[in-house]
């Protein structure tokens, strides 16, 4: 498992931690800290197991308000970093 944090930008969670399969694939986990506390973890509990590809294909883009981004989309951000650096160092 390859484990990384990831501070988002322009969004209300300080920090999300995700986890990813050694070869970056599959999400094995997901922690926000901060923002919408029931959003943050439904989200985390329905793609817990999900290929990191069919997720980040789902979730990019997503936006909230002006922001120009959103909590979902910063965690593809998150993901697709794990996944390389899984896989670099795999």
Do not use: W
């Not at 973890?41 to 997503?62: C, E, F, M, R, S």
Request: include cysteine.
């Amino acid at each position: 498992m390859y484990e990384l944090d990831f501070k988002p930008q322009r969004v209300c969670p300080r920090n999300i931690h995700v986890a990813v399969s050694d070869d970056g694939s599959t999400i094995e986990n997901v922690v926000f800290d901060g923002g919408c506390n029931g959003n943050t973890k439904a989200v985390a509990k329905l793609i817990k197991g999900q290929a990191v590809d069919d997720v980040v294909k789902l979730l990019a883009g997503n936006l909230c308000g002006r922001r120009g981004t959103s909590c979902a989309d910063q965690l593809t951000i998150a993901l697709r970093k794990a996944q390389e650096q899984a896989r670099a160092v795999a």
